[in-house]
T-cell receptor, first 114, second 113 residues
Framework: GDSVTQMEGPVTLSEEAFLTINCTYTATGYPSLFWYVQYPGEGLQLLLKATKADDKGSNKGFEATYRKETTSFHLEKGSVQVSDSAVYFCALSDPTGGGNKLTFGTGTQLKVEL | ETGVTQSPTHLIKTRGQQVTLRCSSQSGHNTVSWYQQALGQGPQFIFQYYREEENGRGNFPPRFSGLQFPNYSSELNVNALELDDSALYLC????????????FGNGTRLTVT
């Protein structure tokens, strides 16, 4: 079945450091890929998405490129801020199974310090 | 635009009891999905409703059931609660088209003692 694997956290960075959170996936069809962010005490917010191979999703300085050859969708940001501290989830949506079901990774906690 | 709202925000139940969680979808959305998020884990898909019909189900037992109403709001019912049902339950709404973004509520934290 479908699965998503992302690097374990917590990831602790200093403000203005470069961020990479790795994500790889397994899917039977041609999935869409997503990054969601969860701030403490809140639900998930869509950060960015890519719907086909070589697409780049971007939002708020975050980027991720859909790499079919390596089945990856790594999240990057050039300069993190304290306000980026949150849990980040990589997810896929495989329309083969019908509906709009998301399969999530286990999440990576990011802590940004001054 | 009103977002996804869930009630209650927190709930404590005893093993063996039944619970109903509620969700109001975002305006204009006709599809509702429910997810269970255990502590330190990613959300797991429970089921999805589209226009009042179940439209996909994850690997959860039949004691997890749901409803969607004509106004597209939804309920999640869990019977015979077990300790492992303790989790954050997230509701998400969307337009219903494939790959349309899910908009999540802040969740209901259920504790089973």
């Amino acid at each position: 079945g479908d699965s998503v694997t992302q690097m374990e956290g917590p990831v602790t960075l200093s403000e203005e450091a470069f961020l990479t959170i790795n994500c790889t996936y397994t899917a039977t069809g041609y999935p869409s890929l997503f990054w969601y962010v969860q701030y403490p005490g809140e639900g998930l917010q869509l950060l960015l998405k890519a719907t086909k191979a070589d697409d780049k999703g971007s939002n708020k300085g975050f980027e991720a490129t859909y790499r079919k050859e390596t089945t990856s969708f790594h999240l990057e940001k050039g300069s993190v801020q304290v306000s980026d501290s949150a849990v980040y989830f990589c997810a896929l949506s495989d329309p083969t199974g019908g509906g709009n079901k998301l399969t999530f990774g286990t999440g990576t906690q990011l802590k940004v310090e001054l | 635009e009103t977002g996804v709202t869930q009630s209650p925000t927190h709930l404590i139940k005893t093993r063996g009891q039944q619970v109903t969680l509620r969700c109001s979808s975002q305006s204009g959305h006709n599809t509702v999905s429910w997810y269970q998020q255990a502590l330190g884990q990613g959300p797991q898909f429970i089921f999805q409703y589209y226009r009042e019909e179940e439209n996909g189900r994850g690997n959860f037992p039949p004691r997890f059931s749901g409803l969607q109403f004509p106004n597209y709001s939804s309920e999640l019912n869990v019977n015979a609660l077990e300790l492992d049902d303790s989790a954050l339950y997230l509701c998400a709404s969307s337009h219903g088209a494939e790959n349309s973004p899910l908009h999540f509520g802040n969740g209901t934290r259920l504790t089973v003692t």
